[in-house]
């Protein structure tokens, strides 16, 4: 699940593959923004069935913790 994960989000941000791993930090990908944290978090859901609750989704600050919050931890 993890690398579903991994691969979706970065379709998401349209960044090449291996950009992402479970140490990168949502402040050191430029294209992680708001509006892409928030496309991120309706693509986990719609194609994966992962429901993170928008209060926490909000306070992400990093893949670790996404993970952790997405059942994969």
Do not use: N
């Amino acid at each position: 699940m993890k690398e579903k994960i991994i691969k979706l989000i970065e379709d998401v941000l349209k960044v090449p593959v291996g950009t992402i791993t479970e140490d990168t930090m949502i402040e050191d990908v430029e294209q992680w923004d708001s509006l892409a944290h928030v496309m991120i978090i309706g693509q986990l859901e719609e194609e994966l069935g992962v429901s993170i609750p928008l209060d926490e989704a909000i306070d992400l600050k990093g893949m670790r913790e996404l993970l952790e919050k997405a059942g994969c931890e």
